[in-house]
């Protein structure tokens, strides 16, 4: 896509600072970083959000992920790393290209907003047909 800057960057009309690199993915540092390390992983085709990306695509990004969380691990030795991935402007997806965010967390630097939830038991009852709507459209 022309005016997508995720699409600029892979194509290096926009720097970036590569952290890890395939032919069907990008992996470079977040310019606005949640914490010392944040990292995105893109695929390198234009896919919005998690509907419209390829299963191979997918595949790629999930593989890489696990490669830079592992470096991220031995480099930078987090408490945890969340893996943060949003679709659709209804929970603030930014960028319109599908992409996963790697988010090293030490323990000084407190919890994500986003972990930090209230176990209330649901009504099972609601739970369940719920779920089975979900799966009702599920292809074989």
């Keep these: 896509m022309e005016d997508c800057i995720f699409c600029k960057i892979v194509r290096g009309e926009i720097p970036s600072i590569k952290v890890y690199e395939n032919e069907m993915v ?29 299963e191979a695509e997918l595949m790629a990004i999930h593989s890489a992920s696990k490669k830079v969380a592992a470096a991220m691990k031995a480099s930078l030795d987090p408490a945890g790393i969340a ?21 090293p967390r030490t323990e000084s630097a407190g919890k994500l907003k986003i972990t930090l ?9 609601a739970i369940q047909k719920t779920a089975e709507k979900i799966a009702a459209k599920l292809d074989p």
Aim: hydrophobic share 40%.
């Design 83 to 103: 893996c943060m991935q949003l679709n659709g402007r209804g929970v603030n997806q930014v960028v319109m290209h599908y992409h996963l965010h790697l988010i």
């Design 26 to 54: 990008l992996a470079f540092a977040d310019i606005n970083p949640l914490s010392d390390g944040h990292t995105l992983i893109i695929p390198k085709g234009h896919f919005e959000n998690i509907h419209d990306i390829g």
């Design 117 to 125: 939830w209230d176990l209330v038991p649901g009504d099972m009852d």
